[in-house]
């Protein structure tokens, strides 16, 4: 079954500075999708970021990069020159087969400080 | 703004009441999810529908029930509520699995007291 671990309950980051948030993840599936979500404090899920398994290249999307390790099963988002509206939770998830519902990890909540 | 709605907003009730969540996905969308998200269990998948079919489930409870009309909009049903029910609620749609990315409403939070 699909798992997906984030070791970082809470992080810090200077403002303008750039962060990794860590995620990896366990499955037997040969083709899975990675994503990454933020949710800020008024609840909502922005997707922020894909990355296919078969896909060479890692992701980017603005300040965003997805750090995709296969060997190491891990796919860790990168934001780069930090800004305070970043400040919130930060989920990975991995596609489950191809049936498109997503296994997501338990969250790291990041704090980016002025 | 993800193009999904969810209604109500939110919703406060009593114990063994019962709760009806609607979601309208987004527009050319035919897979609809719920998840559940509370402290203690994070996100859960609940359910996917797909063009009215169920597709998937996950962790819901047998008190749950869920379906996705013609049109597409989908309903949640929460009945017998119990205090461990209190959650905030969120559906999500799709074009197609795998690769797409799951679009978000802003959510129902219930609490039952």
């Known amino acids: 079954a699909q798992k997906i671990t984030q070791t970082q309950p809470g992080m810090f980051v200077q403002e303008k500075e750039a962060v990794t948030l860590d995620c990896t993840y366990d499955?037997?599936?040969?083709?899975?999708?990675l994503f990454w979500y933020k949710q800020p404090s008024s609840g909502e899920m922005i997707f922020l970021i894909y990355?296919?398994?078969?896909?060479?290249q890692n992701a980017t999307e603005g300040r965003y990069s997805l750090n995709f390790q296969k060997a190491r099963k891990s796919a860790n988002l990168v934001i780069s020159a930090s800004q305070l509206g970043d400040s919130a939770m930060y989920f990975c998830?991995?596609?489950?087969?191809?049936?498109?519902?997503?296994?997501f990890g338990q969250g790291t909540e990041l704090s980016v400080k002025p | 703004d993800s193009g999904v709605t969810q209604t109500p907003k939110h919703l406060i009730t009593a114990t063994g009441q019962r709760v009806t969540l609607r979601c309208s996905p987004r527009?050319?969308?035919?897979?609809v999810y719920w998840y559940q998200q509370s402290l203690d269990q994070g996100l859960q998948f609940l359910i996917q529908?797909?063009?009215?079919?169920?597709?998937a489930k996950g962790n819901i409870l047998e008190r749950f029930s869920a379906q996705q009309f013609p049109d597409l909009h989908s309903e949640l049903n929460l009945s017998s509520l119990e205090l461990g029910d209190s959650a905030l609620y969120f559906c999500?749609?799709?074009?197609?699995?795998?690769?797409?990315?799951?679009?978000f409403g802003n959510g129902t939070r219930l609490t039952v007291t």
């Open positions: 529908y797909y063009n009215g079919e169920e597709r």
């Open positions: 990355q296919g398994s078969y896909d060479q």
């Open positions: 499955t037997s599936d040969p083709s899975y999708g």
């Open positions: 998830a991995t596609s489950y087969n191809q049936g498109g519902k997503l296994i």
């Open positions: 527009s050319g969308d035919l897979s």
């Open positions: 999500a749609s799709s074009v197609e699995g795998g690769r797409s990315p799951l679009h």
